[in-house]
């Protein structure tokens, strides 16, 4: 083994050295491939079962990424090294995840990505830290991920799911302040599974931070055939904006009802149904003016941006959506951490990741610095809000990435 | 307030009607035949289809689609008690359940091969008119739903009530070997008992369309509050669902403002079923053949 290493490695002495160091330590474990031709990086991704296409949507920002990357010649500080995808199916199952990253680990690649749902980055990170292997979470956002648990080998380029309702709290703030009439009062209604009833406490807390009275905190059950009472009880309560938490049919559902009971308040969702083209094609010119927050937009106002949406496109021929953003600039990410490393020591690596500072121009998020925090997390990371105009999404917060001005306060029904 | 409470009234009382035609059809296969019909709520989302597709497709008004819809799920109804129901009448319960449950993952998993897992709407000019009644409004859509689904409740009842069909039919549901023995051709009625509880329900799916979307799951939900309103209204009894589901519409509705969180209202609504179940098992208004 290290013989072997020691032959390919020869235009590196660092990595001959450190591989060596590594070998003569004993570490149980492989040691990362340290074949300069080739790079191996584990995409683990749920690729098949129910959620499959979303796992496959997000395996195209790396994808592309990857490509994009060899073409401009590899890592240079490897001699120009490739970077390969091995891909990892978590079948979106958390056992699946768990074994898949052994295998992964045993097949030396050198970092981890993926693995899309919460429910699996959570156990997976927690063996690829046991396994030593840096693992960077584009998109799953369970804060539980990387608050509080002190690993030293997960780097999360995603925001925190609190930050959701934290980003749906100041743009209200922002946009109705801008609009000559703070926002005082919001009503909260939301599915009542836990991914309503958990982004509902998040935005209480949101509110209670940024001064906004909670009129009323509503749960209504999912495929609801009728929400129409409830409706009609937001609008008496009259509050500056609604707050909601909903999945495409009740998404569509509400703002019919809304529009039934000619109720003119500003709806701000929470990605979910309101991010949904779907949504647009339901409900046609009755769904422009809904808010959502969001992860990221192909109109967001920063150079590079449209260009990269533009050759997801050709080369996929569908939009890219903010899951893609995320995967194609982790695999930035990891490109950057491993040029700085100049070797494929998953020990060095992570030293590097911890090290990252992505900004500006290199970075096609909606904020100015890709870094790590000491949690794994990346601090500035934020959610954008986009409204529907003329059925497009278009970025309308925050400020410095918007494409537009947001329409606040919305026209009422009978204007529009 | 009282304006919500009114607008929680006439909103439940709207889509309780709806309830009823989908209850009725229920209501009425298991009163000849003795057969729950778990598949229910599917043949409600395969008429919901016949009015998104003839609409987008042919331009063909959903009101219209509700008419030419009675012949021919008539016909499906017809069919299908001909082909898959027939074999298991008379057998237990076990069965039947099988054949209807499994009849209806056939059906769901079927809608999603043929018209995909999305949801959909219709879009019509005239959906967004609104009824103002003090200070509740109502669309014109739902007011419209509710008086094909009570027209139709009415229309069965005098069919039963009056015709000769209908006097076979209520005695197949009284007493099966006695309808029999007065030569009532048996397997006829039960084809026609299935075709109309499937058309009535197709109906009820149609005339929903105009205000509601439209996806291969959205049937259950409509099967389980069917269930739970024939209980209520009594087994085979057809005033009885109507009012049952009337009560199940207003109790949802209003329950979703008294209730400390509108989560709870289907909450409301199994109390008054259990409560029902435990005091009078043969439903408010009565048993079967009323």
Redesign the interface.
């Known amino acids: 083994m290290t013989r072997t290493i020691a032959r390919r490695a020869f235009g590196s002495a660092a990595l001959a050295v450190s591989a060596l160091a590594l070998a003569a330590a004993g570490f149980g474990q492989p040691t990362p491939a340290a074949a300069q031709d080739e790079v191996p990086v584990g995409i683990l991704l749920p690729l098949s079962g129910s959620v499959a296409p979303i796992g496959i949507n997000n395996r195209r920002g790396h994808e592309l990424a990857i490509e994009e990357i060899n073409a401009e010649g590899g890592i240079k500080s490897l001699g120009g090294a490739k970077l390969t995808m091995i891909d990892g199916d978590t079948q979106g199952n958390p056992n699946v995840g768990i074994s898949e990253v052994e295998k992964l680990g045993r097949r030396d690649v050198v970092a981890i990505m993926g693995a899309y749902q919460s429910g699996v980055t959570f156990p997976t990170t927690q063996m690829a830290e046991r396994l030593g292997i840096p693992y960077i979470d584009p998109v799953a956002i369970a804060d539980s991920i990387t608050e509080g648990r002190g690993f030293k080998y997960t780097f999360k380029v995603s925001p925190l799911a609190s930050w959701y309702a934290r980003d749906q709290v100041r743009f209200l703030v922002d946009a109705s302040k801008a609009a000559g009439e703070p926002a005082e009062s919001v009503v909260l209604l939301h599915e ?1 599974t836990l991914f309503g009833t958990s982004t509902a406490e998040g935005q209480i807390k949101a509110a209670e931070e940024y001064g906004i009275e909670v009129l009323d905190d ?4 999912k ?1 609801t ?6 409706i ?2 937001i ?2 309560l009259n509050p500056d904006a609604v707050l909601l938490v909903s999945y ?2 009740d998404a ?2 509400i703002t ?1 009802t809304m ?4 109720v003119n308040i500003p709806i701000i969702g929470t990605s979910a149904g309101h991010i949904d083209p ?1 949504y647009i ?4 010119a009755d769904a422009n003016y809904t808010f959502t927050v969001g992860e990221w937009n192909t109109d967001i106002d920063k150079p590079g941006v449209a260009e990269i949406a533009k050759r997801f496109r050709d080369k996929f021929g569908v939009a890219m959506n903010g899951h893609a953003a995320e995967t194609y600039m982790s695999t930035m990410v990891l490109r950057d951490a491993l040029e700085r490393a100049g070797t494929t020591d998953r020990d060095a690596v992570r030293d590097a990741l911890a090290e990252t500072e992505i900004c500006g121009e290199a970075n096609i998020l909606p904020y100015e610095c890709i870094r790590f925090g000491e949690s794994g997390q990346s601090p500035e990371a934020q959610l954008v809000v986009l409204q529907i105009i003329d059925g497009e999404h278009v970025t309308v917060w925050p400020p410095a990435v918007a494409a537009q001005d947001p329409v606040w306060p919305v026209p009422d029904w009978s204007a529009r | 307030m009282s304006d919500v409470y009114l607008q929680a009234l006439l909103s439940g009382l709207m889509i309780g009607g709806v309830y009823a035609l989908v209850a009725v059809g229920l209501t009425l296969i298991f009163g000849v035949m003795d057969i729950i019909n778990f598949a229910h709520g599917e043949f409600l989302m395969f008429g919901m289809y016949a009015a998104f597709f003839a609409s987008v497709l042919f331009g063909i008004d959903p009101y219209v689609t509700a008419v030419l819809a009675l012949p021919a799920f008539f016909a499906v109804g017809w069919a299908i008690q001909g082909t898959l129901i027939k074999p298991v009448v008379g057998k237990s319960h076990a069965i039947q359940i099988l054949l209807t449950l499994g009849l209806s993952l056939l059906l769901q998993a079927l809608a999603q091969y043929l018209f995909s897992a999305d949801f959909q709407s219709l879009k019509l000019d005239y959906a967004d008119a609104t009824l103002q009644i003090a200070g509740a409004r109502i669309g014109w859509t739902r007011v419209a739903a509710f008086a094909i689904s009570m027209g139709l409740c009415l229309a069965l009842w005098l069919f039963l009530q009056r015709t000769d069909t209908g006097k076979a039919l209520r005695a197949c549901a009284e007493e099966h070997e006695g309808s029999l023995a007065v030569g009532i051709d048996l397997g006829r009625m039960y084809k026609i008992a299935f075709g109309l509880g499937i058309a009535c329900v197709a109906i009820a799916g149609i005339a929903m369309t105009p205000f509601f979307y439209v996806a291969p799951v959205v049937g259950p939900k409509f099967t389980l509050v069917a269930f739970v309103i024939v209980v209520l209204g009594g087994l085979g009894n057809i005033p009885g669902a109507v009012a049952g589901a009337l009560i199940v519409g207003v109790v949802e509705s209003v329950g979703a403002l008294v209730m400390p969180s509108p989560s709870l209202k289907d909450l409301a609504v199994y109390v008054l079923f259990i409560l029902v179940l435990l005091f009078r098992p043969q439903g408010l208004f009565g048993g079967k053949g009323a």
């Open positions: 009542d509503i749960s209504y059950p495929d055939p009728e929400i129409t009472s409830t009609a009880r609008k008496e495409i049919n569509v559902l019919k529009k039934e009971l000619d779907a094609e339901n409900l046609g």
